[in-house]
């Protein structure tokens, strides 16, 4: 199974990374209706940071995210189930397949690698910011060393300039 497969199916919702139940459902190779039933059937292991139902307005506004490839894959009534990464993993021991299993552990990988890319991203984030307020205090440095060095030259331009008073003497 394709990593990036798995990736492109994981959700942000309430600050946390979810898979719905239908594309679960897709990947475990069972019908939505089964993968549900099973959750039911099972529902002291999926407490609510495992598994949560989407409110109407998470739903809506995911629907105008995501382009569904099956749209008679759910119903427009029916809201989906909203998976954690520990949710998915306990999917495998209510579902006991092997392709359960198998599925299990590539999604899990997939949150596993997403997590480690968004940690190597905010160090990269972090290191930039960084990098960029040194330079910008350098920048500001070599700024301020030009400017003055043109303000002295005005400065002796000025004074050479400058009307003399008292006794002149010709240079010749």
Same mark, same amino acid.
């Given at each position: 199974m394709q990593l990036q497969t798995i990736q492109n199916r994981i959700y942000e919702i309430r600050g946390?990374? !979810?898979m719905l139940d239908? %594309?679960?459902?897709e990947l &475990?190779? *069972? +019908?939505?209706? *089964?993968?549900?039933q099973a959750v039911k =059937?099972? !529902? %002291?292991?999926?407490?609510? %940071?495992?598994m949560f139902q989407l409110s109407q307005k998470e739903w809506e506004n995911?629907?105008?995210?995501?382009?569904?490839? &099956?749209?008679? @894959? =759910?119903? @427009?009534s029916a809201l989906p189930l909203a998976f954690t990464e520990y949710g998915v993993t306990m999917l495998a021991n209510v579902l006991k397949s092997k392709k359960a299993r198998q599925t299990s552990i590539a999604v899990v990988r997939a949150f596993i690698a997403l997590?480690?890319?968004?940690?190597?991203y905010k160090e990269i984030a972090d290191k930039l910011k960084e990098l960029e307020s040194k330079y910008n205090k350098q920048f500001k440095d *070599? &700024?301020?060393?030009?400017?003055h060095l043109l303000q002295k030259d005005k400065q +002796?331009?000025?004074q050479r300039e400058r009307k003399r008073i008292g006794y002149k003497i010709d240079k010749k």
């Open positions: 946390q990374k !979810i239908f %594309d679960l459902a &475990y190779e *069972v +019908e939505t209706r *089964v993968l549900n =059937r099972n !529902i %002291d292991i999926f407490p609510d %940071d495992f995911m629907l105008s995210q995501i382009v569904m490839t &099956y749209p008679a @894959k =759910r119903p @427009k997590k480690q890319f968004t940690l190597n *070599v &700024y301020e060393a030009i400017n +002796e331009t000025k």
